[in-house]
T-cell receptor
Framework: SAVISQKPSRDICQRGTSLTIQCQVD?????MFWYRQQPGQSLTLIAT?????????ESGFVIDKFPISRPNLTFSTLTVSNMSPEDSSIYLC??????????FGPGTRLLVL | SQQGEEDPQALSIQEGENATMNCSYK?????LQWYRQNSGRGLVHLIL?????REKHSGRLRVTLDTSKKSSSLLITASRAADTASYFC?????????????FGTGTQLKVEL
């Protein structure tokens, strides 16, 4: 199994600002993903973080709003840009190594005022 | 949306009773996974069942899969207060669709002493 950490664990931000969330895996993984969980809702996939190339975004999510980096096989960042109160959510990263079991980080709880 | 449905949305039982949660999905799958989430924190992977499997056990957990009905169920036997959490099913598309998870709407389980 993989152990995943995220920083920060929570933050309160002002609208119009940006926040970068870091995701660190304790071992090399094939695939990393970013999910959003709005209050009281289920998880929605934002994008697949591709190592060394641009992320693959799901419908409704765009690179300008959620730029993602993945410089190596164990690390990725998600930036939430030009935030509004509607961006208040829990953001979770996950990783898998082809065994099909997907492991999740503890999440970053974001509140935008 | 490809999101599946789970029912019930909420379930309250007494400690020692069994809890059954159901999940329905819309498209073909490679596998279906169940996750637990405590109080809006990170997800914990519980069990994975492949599309060619019909039933799987792990400790007090029993998962069934009916691909003809596009449905799955999670049974927790002899429930404990510590089982109180939200439970989500998630599907993985057939080979070639990547390891992207599509989550169901979730069931909130409360186990009372």
């Amino acid at each position: 199994s993989a152990v995943i950490s995220q920083k920060p664990s929570r933050d309160i931000c002002q609208r119009g600002t940006s926040l970068t969330i870091q995701c660190q895996v304790d071992s090399q993984v094939t695939m990393m993903f970013w999910y959003r969980q709005q209050p009281g809702q289920s998880l929605t996939l934002i994008a697949t973080a591709n190592q060394g190339s641009e992320a693959t975004y799901e419908s409704g999510f765009v690179i300008d709003k959620f730029p993602i980096s993945r410089p190596n096989l164990t690390f990725s960042t998600l930036t939430v840009s030009n935030m509004s109160p509607e961006d208040s959510s829990i953001y979770l990263c996950s990783a898998t190594s082809g065994t099909r079991d997907q492991y999740f980080g503890p999440g970053t709880r974001l509140l935008v005022l | 949306s490809q999101q599946g449905e789970e029912d019930p949305q909420a379930l309250s039982i007494q400690e020692g009773e069994n809890a059954t949660m159901n999940c329905s999905y819309k498209t073909s799958i490679n596998n279906l996974q169940w996750y637990r989430q405590n109080s809006g924190r990170g997800l914990v992977h519980l069990i994975l069942i492949r599309s060619n499997e019909r039933e799987k056990h792990s400790g007090r957990l029993r998962v069934t899969l009916d691909t003809s009905k596009k449905s799955s169920s999670l049974l927790i036997t002899a429930s404990r207060a510590a089982d109180t959490a939200s439970y989500f099913c998630a599907t993985v598309p057939p080979t070639g669709g990547g390891n992207k998870l599509t989550f169901g709407t979730g069931t909130q389980l409360k186990v009372e002493l």
